[in-house]
């Protein structure tokens, strides 16, 4: 309950923001391609501090390190709450970030490392919790607060969630002790975590300009990936790197991460499309939007207990398979689907499939990284695999978003150009431009869908059946 109270804050207020981001487009006077940053620089910042995660563990103990991130992400909290522009804004959300960051890996290694590799499929459904309530819970919240209250208090809201929290970590969870912790790779961190940041920047920056080879993208661009590179050449030969990349010499590892950046890519980005639908081509407020988006979570509801006994009873390749193929349907539903005029209960539909889909896909996967490993080896694995969700997490929500942005601009240029949108607003030409608007929606989703289906390549080769206790396990300890 404590590890599951922490990583629900911190996924509340992925899935919060993203209803709030077309109000924050227009308090701000901000075009989508910058303001997406509040959500981008989030998650950016998790995958920039998650790299000391593993290595803070051990230093000062998971319970110590648990209620110290707490403490960060609410203190972010307040100060995103008080933000008087898109850029201090955005910053704050970066400081949030720093504390949210070490919130999943830390609670994940408390609960995996008490439960032992035969019971990690269900542990993962445990951890699972937060993400069925975020799409559920999150989108409602965000548009009632922003609708009905004020778009601070989707940020004001973790203060009493934050206290309770930590009242609940400092008396419940039993403290650890620490242990002579490896020394801090940081060279390792001086390359990593300003790589990412660069290189996820030049990308999405490339893509908003649509040209890669401007030196504003191609720079930070190519000195990321410089970085990154630098940083996989250290790991490989390092003692005690700040990752341990050579986990991926193991074919369950590899192949989970494989899917998992994939997976992260085109799912949350997809999952900034919809709430933006709503509210620009239905008109609906930030409530309504954060309503229609419930069926998301009830679907995962349904998936994700069943998804994690499944994938300790018959290994979790073919559970990640089917997951996979459920959600990549949902999208393909979306592209043929998102008219101006589609009926809410088709969209609803839709949503709830891809929630079915998501409940069989993301916790099965980390738990194919997991089960093979002995008890040592699960901190590292858990930063690592946090890590790629995150950064993937950071690609899917910039890329996707330029992508909309720029079929926006390719859909109603045109006929803004032949005048069709000319003259006296009248109800045919807002209907031709909400229509315009719902057809680049459309387009969106292919794309997102094309992504996902590239997941199936590493899915196809994770475990297919009952895993087998690691012979080099350690004896968990069961507290």
Do not use: C
């Not at 996820?200 to 590179?229: C, M, N, Q, S, W």
């Amino acid at each position: 309950m404590v590890v599951v109270l922490g990583a629900i804050m911190s996924i509340l207020d992925v899935t919060v923001v993203n209803v709030a981001l077309n109000d924050l487009t227009k308090e701000f006077n901000t075009p989508l391609a910058t303001i997406q940053w509040v959500a981008t620089g989030y998650t950016l910042a998790l995958a920039t501090v998650i790299p000391i995660t593993g290595w803070a563990s051990a230093r000062f103990g998971t319970k110590r390190l648990y209620i110290i991130s707490i403490a960060l992400f609410v203190a972010g909290s307040m100060l995103a709450g008080a933000a008087w522009s898109a850029e201090s804004l955005i910053a704050f959300r970066v400081l949030q970030g720093l504390g949210g960051g070490m919130i999943m890996p830390a609670g994940m290694t408390i609960l995996t490392q008490a439960a032992g590799p035969a019971r990690v499929g269900q542990v993962m459904s445990v951890v699972g919790i937060p993400m069925l309530l975020g799409p559920i819970l999150g989108p409602i919240l965000g548009g009632w607060l922003v609708d009905d209250v004020d778009w601070r208090w989707i940020f004001f809201i973790n203060l009493p969630i934050g206290i309770v929290a930590l009242i609940m970590a400092v008396k419940i969870l039993k403290p650890d002790t620490p242990k002579p912790a490896e020394k801090l790779d940081i060279l390792g961190l001086l390359l990593l975590s300003p790589g990412l940041a660069s290189l996820i920047y030049g990308l999405a920056k490339g893509a908003e300009l649509r040209d890669f080879t401007e030196l504003e993208a191609l720079i930070p661009t190519v000195a990321g990936a410089v970085l990154t590179l630098g940083f996989v050449a250290r790991a490989l030969k390092a003692e005690n790197p700040l990752i341990d990349l050579r986990l991926l010499k193991r074919r369950s590892v590899a192949a989970a991460s494989g899917t998992m950046v994939l997976f992260m890519a085109a799912f949350m980005g997809a999952m900034l499309l919809l709430p933006l639908y709503y509210q620009q081509v239905r008109l609906e407020t930030a409530l309504a939007s954060g309503l229609l988006l419930a069926p998301q979570g009830l679907g995962a509801m349904v998936t994700m207990p069943i998804g994690g006994k499944l994938t300790d009873r018959i290994g979790p390749g073919r559970v990640v398979l089917v997951g996979l193929s459920i959600v990549v349907l949902s999208f393909a539903g979306f592209a043929a689907l998102l008219e101006s005029d589609t009926s809410y209960w088709a969209l609803g539909g839709a949503l709830f499939v891809m929630g079915l889909g998501m409940g069989m896909t993301m916790m099965p996967t980390m738990a194919a990284a997991i089960q093979t490993l002995v008890h040592d080896e699960v901190p590292r694995a858990s930063t690592m695999l946090n890590i790629i969700q995150q950064v993937s997490a950071s690609i899917g929500t910039a890329m996707i978003s330029v992508l909309l942005a720029n079929q926006l601009t390719e859909k109603l240029k045109p006929a803004a150009n032949g005048g069709a949108l000319g003259g006296d607003a009248t109800q045919s030409v807002k209907e031709k431009v909400l229509a315009l608007m719902a057809d680049a929606f459309q387009h969106t989703y292919w794309y997102a869908a094309a992504l996902l289906l590239l997941a199936f390549l590493p899915a196809l080769l994770l475990p297919r059946k009952k895993p087998e206790t690691p012979a080099l396990d350690a004896p968990m300890p069961m507290h």
